[in-house]
């Protein structure tokens, strides 16, 4: 992890009110995380609130980038949500590449319920790949 990113909302290990999600790329070249949100993480009714399913998503596939080498910022992203969360659920995300076109990357981000992996959440989204501030063309 970057030192600058320890803090990190989603991921941060240093983080006291964050998420600390632990992203890893398997064997399929697909970017996983597990969750399980808490009562601090809900909006009412004892759901998870969409921010937080947001978050989730966006860094699954920010992390598919990070884990390849690749320094990046979201552009656009556009969020599905398929069914509520309820808080205490336990929650798989995915994210993997769809396509890359210059200096952007195109991904996609789901999160399915880990007991039989309905779709919770999907979300596509752009990202500004950078590299030391110039563009970089290719993910490594």
Known sequence: MRPDANR???CGPDNPVGLRLRF???GLD?????????PD???YDRLTHGGIVYSALDDVMANWLYLKGVRAHTARCEIRYRQPLAVGTPVLLE????RQ???AAFLQGQMFRA??????????ASFMI???GEPRTQPA
């Open 101 to 103: 076109k210059g200096k």
């Open 95 to 98: 994210g993997r590449l769809i």
């Open 24 to 26: 890893y790329i398997d």
């Open 130 to 132: 950078v590299v030391d």
């Open 115 to 124: 007991d039989d992996r309905a779709l919770v959440a999907e979300a596509e």
């Open 8 to 10: 990190c909302f989603v």
């Open 30 to 38: 697909v970017c996983r995380a597990e969750f399980t949100p808490g």
């Open 41 to 43: 993480h809900a909006g």
